[in-house]
């Protein structure tokens, strides 16, 4: 595969609780000041993920309104965010196999190194749809 036609992503680049992640710029319809607000729609990030515990320490909170297939608001509120990056899809390594199964159920997809770190790609989607924030509707489709 020649270099221009190389897929490229561009990732938003965050840490929680030290660990690196990274999700689909183009999936991020607004980003905000996190100033203490509680919603229905509001979630931790942690907390979606399932790891950290409940006094997991966020030192700069940012809010992220996340894009959903039906227009409905999903925010979740991240730590430090760090870049926009543009990664090539060659890039991104699988889980391994003892791994996957697991993660592809909390959102993760891939991991993609970036100098000395690690980051861990999270699809938004599949995380609304393990957490049951998804609605069914016609017969048992399921809509984000």
């Not at 203490?36 to 309104?65: C, M, Q, R, S």
């Not at 890039?91 to 690690?118: A, H, N, S, T, Y």
Request: aromatic share 10%.
């Amino acid at each position: 595969m020649s270099d221009s036609a190389e897929i490229r992503l561009n990732v938003l680049l965050f840490s929680v609780g030290g660990v690196h992640f990274g999700m689909d710029a183009e999936l991020a319809v607004e980003i905000s000041e996190y100033r203490g607000e509680e919603a229905d729609d509001l979630f931790w990030f942690h907390k979606e993920l399932g790891y950290g515990g409940d006094t997991l320490a966020y030192n700069e909170p940012v809010i992220i309104a996340i894009r959903t297939a039906d227009s409905s608001s999903y925010r979740v509120i991240i730590d430090k965010m760090e870049d926009v990056a543009e990664i090539s899809v060659l890039d991104i390594r699988p889980f391994p196999p003892l791994l996957e199964p697991v993660v592809l159920r909390k959102g993760m997809w891939g991991i993609v190194g970036r100098g000395e770190q690690m980051v861990l790609l999270v699809d938004f989607q599949r995380l609304l749809q393990y957490k049951g924030h998804c609605k069914e509707f016609n017969g048992g489709n399921i809509l984000c």
